[in-house]
């Protein structure tokens, strides 16, 4: 299984960025997925989740400026990010709590993209 991030970059304060992260290999289904994100020398903090259903959940510092979402027939999870604020840099992980073909149930994390925003 392999969850590839895209879409970090750099943005102005205000300005917007999407990022992406689709899972493939033998998954049989994915439960709940999510974006955190890791500043240098501070814990890795849970951003954003969403359910199979839709149901969303979010940091305080993000609610209303960034949108969680997925596209459960390609097996991805988006991160849309307006209102940039120079704290957001960070490094974006995303996650998935699936379970490959086998039935072994796991959390998996993508290799991490860079989101960097200038004031």
């Known amino acids: 299984v392999q969850l590839q991030a895209s879409g970090g970059g750099s943005a102005q304060a205000g300005g917007s960025l999407k990022l992406s992260c689709a899972a493939s290999?033998?998954?049989?289904?994915?439960?709940?997925m999510a974006w955190y994100r890791q500043a240098p020398g501070k814990q890795r903090e849970l951003v954003a989740l969403?359910?199979?259903?839709?149901?969303?959940n979010y940091r305080a510092s993000v609610k209303g400026r960034f949108t969680i979402s997925r596209d459960n027939a390609k097996n991805t999870v988006y991160l849309q990010m307006n209102s940039l604020k120079p704290e957001d840099t960070s490094v974006y992980y995303c996650n998935a709590d699936l379970v490959v073909t086998s039935g072994t149930r796991g959390i998996y994390w993508g290799q991490g993209t860079q989101v960097t925003v200038s004031s």
């Open positions: 290999g033998n998954i049989l289904k994915i439960d709940n």
């Open positions: 969403i359910t199979v259903p839709g149901a969303t």
